[in-house]
């Protein structure tokens, strides 16, 4: 019997991703939009970039599709449970268990030529968020590209005007079910998430919302992503 949600919203930890494990993918791993995202976004790299998988889960389907398509892979988690179940399930990866607010890119590749942030940065507050917006431009090679999947907080029906911040670009505090648990969530809106980028040097080259629905044993609530490409402008 699947358990009913939680009344208690919390934000989630490295605690609630190690319970979770596969039960992640099996719910989550067919997003259909996510997947042609993540194609897309490849079709920009070189064949010899290698890129960093910001939270990478249980290794499917970003960072699997990053290693089939021939490019090395790193990936970062704060479960441990999930960086096992990656390097099982993309064992030519190189993935440790790390907090992404603490990661230093290894020394030998010095900067990626793309970094995906695949729907891992909820648990995070405004000036997290903004550091890490620093640290993904820093990380990244000029003419390199970000991948972020989130959402916009217009989007999540249980924003409501008082959890906006005084600049109408971010929110705090926002419900959310998933995993059969009630979390919360700091969400940037659209302008909001396109602005952080540009401000820290990025270029918008995509932009896009993709519905998911997913299954009804998942106990989680449907989601509309928004996902943005950016490029770090070439060096002068």
Not at 8 to 29: C, L, S, W
Not at 166 to 180: Q, S, V
Request: with cysteine; charged share 20%; net charge negative.
């Amino acid at each position: 019997m699947e358990k009913s949600p939680s009344s208690e919203a919390i934000v989630p930890t490295d605690e609630f991703y190690n319970e979770m494990g596969q039960k992640y993918e099996d719910a989550f791993g067919h997003d259909t939009g996510l997947h042609n995202i993540v194609t897309q976004f490849l079709t920009l790299l070189p064949q010899t970039a290698p890129v960093l998988d910001c939270g990478c889960g249980t290794g499917k389907p970003v960072a699997h599709m990053i290693a089939e398509s021939g490019r090395q892979v790193f990936g970062i988690d704060l479960s441990q449970t999930m960086v096992e179940l990656s390097r099982k399930q993309v064992p030519a990866g190189i993935f440790e268990r790390c907090n992404m607010l603490e990661y230093a890119p290894p020394p030998s590749t010095a900067r990626f030529g793309g970094v995906v942030a695949m729907l891992s940065l909820f648990a995070l507050s405004r000036p997290e968020l903004e550091s890490m917006a620093q640290k993904f431009f820093r990380w990244i090679r000029p003419g390199g590209f970000l991948l972020l999947g989130t959402f916009g907080a217009e989007d999540c029906e249980n924003t409501s005007p008082e959890l906006y911040d005084k600049d109408g670009l971010c929110a705090g505090g926002i419900e959310f079910t998933f995993m059969n648990q009630k979390v919360t969530m700091t969400l940037f809106t659209k302008l909001g998430w396109n602005r952080l980028l540009e401000g820290v040097g990025f270029e918008i080259v995509h932009a896009e919302t993709n519905r998911f629905v997913p299954p009804p044993d998942a106990g989680s609530d449907d989601e509309t992503h928004y996902f943005v490409i950016a490029r770090k402008p070439p060096a002068v």
